[in-house]
Structures are given as C-alpha cells and as structure tokens.
C-alpha cells in the first residue's frame, strides 16, 4: 500500500542489494517500488559463503534464523587431481576457524530470504530507459517522478551507464570468466558431498559440491584475455574444459544453455551519486569472486545508506559512500591478491596452494590461511 505524504524511492534490482535497500527504506518510512528486469524473482543461482558485516546486517534484520535454514553445511575445500584423488584439503578444524560464522548458501536463497521479509511492490520485467534526475521512463513507455532513485541492478547497471556514462570507464576486468549452475544428480550429489571440491589446472578450475535435493552445483573459472563474453557460453566451456578429467565430463554433460556466465570484473567509480541517483551493491563496488564478500558488501551498503538517509537526507549519499568506499577499496585490493590462490597460473603455485590446504591444520598456517581469506571491513558499520 502506498504511503501518503512518504518520500517516494525507486529501487531498479531486486538482488541483495536493491531487496536490503528496498527494507530498511520501507522500515524508514520510505513508500517504494522496485523493478526488476528478469521477467520473474531470479532465485538458486551459485553458492556463495555469506560473512562478516552483511551477516551483522542480516542480524539486525532478524533474518539470521531463515538464513540458517538455507545454510548447506559444506565442511571442506578439497583440491583433487584428474583421477579425483585428493592432492590437498583445508582441515575441518581449520575451516571451521577460518569460516567462523559463515553461512554458506545459494545467492537466491539470500535474496529469497530478504524478499520474503518485505512489504513493497515488487515490478518484474521491468527496467529503466531514462533517467533525468528524479524522472524516470520505463521500458513501457511509461514516466513517473521519484525523490530517491537507487540504482542496484548489479555489475552492468544500466542505472550507471544512463548517469554516469559508459561501464568502460569504470569496469576493472580481472582476465577471468566464470560460469556456475546446478543440476539434479543424487548419485553424484552423494559422491561429492558437501565438500567444495577442485580440480586445478594453470590458469583454470573447475568445482563442484552438493547442495539439497540430491542436487550438485558447479563452478568454472578460466583466463581469458578477451573481456567479451561468447555468444554461445555452453560451447564455450566444453571447449576450455573438455580436455579434463575427474567429473568434468559429466559437468559439461548438463550444462544448461542459461548458464550463469560472466567476465571477473570489479567496479571502481570516484562518485556514487548524482542528483537523487546513487548505486550500491556490484553497481558502484563489485569486488569480484575473487574477493568473496560482495553480498555481504551488499547488504551492508544497503544498511548504511538508509542509515545515512535517516540521519538527514542532506549529505546523506556523502557519507554513505565515505563510509563504504575503503571497504570496498579494501576487499577489492584483497581479491586482486586472491587471484593466485583460486586460479593458479602455473603448476608449481598450485603444488604451493595444495601443500598450505595441507599444513593448514598447523595454527601458524591456519592463521595464515584465515588472514588471506578475510579482509578486516567489519569497521563499516560503526557511525562517526
Ligand atoms: C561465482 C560467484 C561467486 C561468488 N561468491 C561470493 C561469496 O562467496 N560471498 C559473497 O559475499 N559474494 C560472492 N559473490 C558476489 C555476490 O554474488 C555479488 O557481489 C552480489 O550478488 C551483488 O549483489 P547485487 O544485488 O549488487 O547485484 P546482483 O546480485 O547482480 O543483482 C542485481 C539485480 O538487478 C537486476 N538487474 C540487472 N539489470 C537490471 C536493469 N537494467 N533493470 C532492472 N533490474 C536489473 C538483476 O537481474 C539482478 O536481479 C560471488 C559472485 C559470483 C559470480
């Protein structure tokens, strides 16, 4: 139900970041629409590991109990070779150290878990063709005036490129693609276990664990130097992976021709707002897969914007982004020195990482391990 008198804000994405904003902006006393441009709720999606401030954020939320319910209890990172058999593997004492608190679940399922918390119409199918500082044109030709626009509509946003000009100017490509999915398979879904387990060569890994409902999800990461991605992403991956062993095979077998696939990229912009527009999320800060938090980055710019908003609504998107800028400069700058440890570039740098997954149950190696794994941002949080 509309709010009379309320500002009105328009958020464009209804992923992590647009559903949080979308949240605590309803809670703030917002009245607001989000559109999204997937003609339904995009839900599954890949697993991602889900910790430190956005899981604060997720606690203020009240949201920590549903997400526990989504968590898949994955206990192990396992490096294996090209007959399966197991070259390294961080311990369970040390994962459980390193991952402490980790909520290890499927994108889809955070966003899912968010988006059935809130009560604010939700526009499917829809996107923005202009936007002229409050004014916004729908793809259906429709215009309407807004006090806030949030633009959260991921790492190609077309908020930015209308706003801010074009995503060359501001997209850092890593040299990397990825694609992940998931399929039904309970006899490979047994096999594997809830264990992340890879298979690395030079400049290319391929993983795959078990996720509920006898089902078995797949990462794939490869150089390239091209940034563009192929037309035909499915044919792409039996090309770089063919070659292969382990489960491989079988992974490209069922690769489903809507394959989630993309170029690694981060997002580096000096401003994140213009006028009544301001981005949060992979929009303004992807950080990459590499670095590992971005939803939780996510949730957390959402949190503090709306924080700031409510503070004063005059230099409110200053203080957000001077708040969440260096973290994200942080984890940015970390996932660009993470490169080495998930995408190898030779044989001997692997036999490097398989040994320290090894030695990672001695104390000074599992620090090691944990002090390369997590970035200190949890600062982000507090107000000056
Ligand atoms: C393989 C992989 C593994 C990852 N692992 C982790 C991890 O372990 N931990 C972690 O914290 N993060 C991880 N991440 C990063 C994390 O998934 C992202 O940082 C996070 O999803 C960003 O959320 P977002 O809402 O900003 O963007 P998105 O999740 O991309 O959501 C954007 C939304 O906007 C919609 N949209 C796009 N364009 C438009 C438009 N023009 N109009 C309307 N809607 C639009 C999209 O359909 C989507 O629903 C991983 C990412 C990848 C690819």
Redesign the pocket.
Known sequence: MPKSNAQRALV?????????TAWWLDRAGWDVLV????PS??AG????????P?HEVARRMGLLPALESRRAPISSVTSVDSSGRRRGEISTAAYEAVADGVI?LL?GD??EVVLADLDVPLRCG???LAVNDGVVTFADGSVDEFDLIVG????????RELVFGPSSSFVRYLGHH???FSFRDPVLSSRIGYRYQMLTVPHRMIGCYAVRGGAVAA?M?YRSESQAVPADAASALRARFGDLGWVTPSLLSVVPEDV?Y?E?SQVDMTTWHRGKVVL????CG????F????????MT?AHVLVEELSAGVDGAFERYQARMKPAVAHTQEFGRRFIGWMAPASSWRISLRDMAFRLSGWPVVRNLVRGSLMPDIDGVLTRA
Request: charged share 10%; net charge negative.
């Open positions: 464009v994405g209804a992923g992590i970041a647009g559903l949080t559109v999204e441009k997937a709720f995009r999606g890949y697993m991602i590991d889900f910790f430190g956005g290890s994108r955070l966003a829809t996107t923005v959260a509509d991921g790492i190609h946003s077309s908020v990825t694609a992940a990462l990461l989630y993309d690694v949060v999320g992979d929009a992807a950080v990459s897969l670095a590992g938090h971005g939803a939780s980055l996510a710019g």
